[in-house]
């Protein structure tokens, strides 16, 4: 067991599935020489060398079409967004080519793109984006958003083991303020299955990514006030975990569904539908939706602060459903 | 920078094929015409085809010459007036129609129409109809191919106006960079759509944007079959011997509408009678009927050969069962086969 | 303190015709110098944690972003990238402005809602970018496009990087404006380095200037470190616009002094390459001109004008950190019209 931040979890992960596959490898700017903006490669060009760590030109639409190219003849690539904002560069790419492969003609694209999302760091509009939306509508495509470090090491592997186009999205607000103790052994965590990381009776927070941590926090708060609260963290946006997200709607019969992305079209309301649809019965009040409200993500830090959920907003929002 | 290989003689090319390897690609050319014309001419006006239809006529040399030098394991993209290079690839005939009727056994299970078919055990990728996205993909294929330290070669093939793409420049870009081996030919037949080459691009040839990559450039006579052949085989050899990629611009003419459906009215009818005159196939037959290679009997017989072979492939096609209405969500992803 | 020229030292030569005033040589200057300063108070801010967001430099490139804009008349549009600060303070933006926008204060252009120089008034022609690169490229061909519509004596100015070719949206770009004849003027800055990519890994070309011909495009390479080379060439490269010869690239030769942004120490850029191109210091070598062609009478007079600079800076960063911070209710101010 070790200690390791969620930044180094992504790194071995993927380090961990270089050393056994040599078929994977990485491509994406800055990635070699410099380790990644972030760091998230460092180390990799010295251990595995120039064909397995690729420095590429700014080129999000080859970097992205390059790796479905490789991967159609046996190659395993981890294309890097040096930041998820610039994955609008490589749209194409992703939903008409690697998406839709498999379906038209039985070709597998086992490809993973992963970048930094979200917000938090004075990032301003293209340094902060939750692009999960864009992409949950394409199917072909899976979409994992880890909160903690253990889910980002065992998600790493599953999408770069994954036989389909896998678009990882880690939160750079997590990178060096999460870390937890990793086992030594090989560990896989599966897409497609949420996990409860607090178990209560009386509602229920279904969320992912940063926002996992501030339902923590109001989940606390709201302890103090008698009022228990469940924290169901997805991990996987698609495919979702509709069985878990179902049973924590039955159990505790009120909902908040809280993420990151801005509200209109988040995948928030893919998840209130399902439950709306299934589990309508079990409802003791109307299902809410926390979410950042309909604008870019703002740059400066009062605008910023508003902007993202914040744990007194969910435990007021919490207060006032418990209370219905 | 840009040379230029017109036609004429054989004494002006490398590589010049044997006699068994013209009639093969007069073959093919003969049949991509006999498929098309069926389809476009005959097939789609009488309702028997579903969807849309697009056709290489007037362009089949540019597919054959190159497809030629194709070896088993090179992985080829092709665009969609490139039917003889499914052709060669092994693909038949039978299926393709399949594809084109939407039947469960056309290359792509009804999924897709048309052009849009591929099948990795052919090794060719299935391309898109978002143009010049197949440039990046084969430049990862070729990218594999060095990782891996193989003698496999990646062939992409685009029209010109593909060339307008911002996918098209960066996957040659980073091709470049890394001398992949991977070979970009040029359709260039002078309209995209409706769109003349003028309104496509600021330069004469295409293949003047190569010196932008730091790689060889070629424009070729794309309707000469002997210098198709002959540049094909060069670019290839180049990219298989470690030599990186090259853009090879075959110039030839669209003989048809963008589609079917498309009557192809903004283009000057006198350009159609030019170029008719040029036809690939016409001039083929001429050359090798006057140097002995073939004779008029053997010619018709030829041409009997695949009338017959696009008869057999309708009349199967047309037997072959409409995927079940179950099937429309498997596969969406990895289910185990 | 001016120290004069040795023999071997990087000097200004100055174009054959240039036509440029007393009081434009000292403007050339002012703002350069202008723009280094500021770029140093603004590293100073960023270290006291008052500049919030990356901070990017243009240390080695003020020639570039100065001699350009000055070329640009009334009713020209600019678009700025991130290491063109001295652009937009030629076109008429305040110290104030720039460190209340990288403070994140209230009375920023954008009033916080973005970051560095991500800001524009569209009635003064200037364009915003995004922090995707290239992407401005099509946009200033669509603003050249209006002026080609409106027979508009008037010209679009934008900016691209040695890494910002590689994209989409460079290609689409200048493709467009070359098809269209597009009054468009791109200044390529080959500053080397993109991030910690060299050149030689963004491109297999030296000379990036090449890449004009692909457009159509006339295109010439420019000591970027000049600042009287760089406006005679968008002087030029205006009047071509204007004659309506279609776009221009200019390539600038010129380095990349600091890293990418503040927290990029750039360890990868060998130290020698470094230290050759701080010899070419664009303004310590526009001083020395200054001084040895008797623009000015003494070295005194350019001291004066960094003094009045460092005043006004004073003055500015007062203004910008004195001011508030956005009041949160104004985050969804401005989403729709």
Redesign the interface.
Known sequence: MAVTTYIDAIREGIWEEMEKDESV?ILGEDVGIYGGAFKVTKGMLDKFGP??V?D??I?E???????????????R?VAEMQFIDFISCAF??IV??AA?????????VPIVVRGPSGGGVHGGPFHSQNPEAYFFNV??L?IVCPSTAYDAKGLIKAAIR???PVLYFEHKYLYRRIKEDLPAEDFVVPIGKAILRREGEDLSIITYGAMVYKALEAAEALAQMGIDVEVLDLRSILPLDEEAILTTAKKTSKVIVLHEATLTGGPGGEVVARIAEKAFEYLDGPIVRIAPPDTPVPYSPPLEEAFLPQTKDIVEKAKKLAAY | MVERNTMTKNARYVHVPDDETKIRMLHFMKLVREIEDRIEKKLYRQGRIVGGVYVGRGQEAISVGTAIHMEKDD?V?PSHRDMGVFLMRGVTPRRIIAQYMGRRTG???G??GNM?????NYNV??F???LG?N?????????????RGQKQV?LCYNGEGAT????????I??A???KLPVTFFINNNAYAYSTPI??????KDVA??A?????PGEVVDGNDILAVYDSGKRAIDLARSGGGPSIVEYKTFRMTGHSAHDDAGYVPPELFDEWKRKDPITRFEKALLEEGALTQARLDEMQRECALIVDDAVEWAEQQPYPAAEEVTK????EGT | MVKPSTSDQYTIAVPEGLELDRTGRLELYYFMALNRKLEERLGLLYRQNKVVGGLYSSLGQEACSVGTAYALERGDFLGPMIRNLGSLLVRGVRPTDVMAQYCARAIGPTRGKDLNVHFGWVERGLIAPISVVGALIPVMAGIALEMKMHSKKQVALTYIGDGGM???????GM?FA??H?LPLILIVENNLWAYSTHV??????VDLA??A?????YGEIVDGNNVLAMLDATRRARARCLAGE?PVMLEAKTFRRKGHAEHDDAGYVPSEQRAEWEKKDPIDAYRRFLVERRVVDSAQEIDEIDAKIVAILESAANEALSAPFPDPSIVTENVYG
């Open positions: 490898f064909m397995r690729i590429t030109p080129s639409s080859a970097i992205v079409g390059a790796a479905i190219g490789a991967a159609l003849v046996g190659m690539p194409d790419q008409n080519f839709k492969c498999r379906y038209r003609w039985g070709a597998g199917p072909g899976k994954d036989p389909d | 992985v993209a290359l792509t299970r999924r897709d849009h078919m591929g099948d990795m990728i299935a898109v109809s978002h996205d440039v990046p993909v084969a430049a990862g294929v070729a990218l594999a191919f060095k990782q990646a307008s793409r911002g996918d098209w420049h960066e996957g870009n980073f470049s960079i890394h003028e309104l496509q691009m600021a330069v003047v944007r010196a932008g990559y730091g790689i596969d969406v992803y990895y | 590689s994209t989409t949206d460079f290609h689409e493709n070359g098809v004849k030689s890994k963004q491109a297999n070309v090449v890449r011909e692909s457009y159509g495009c279609g």
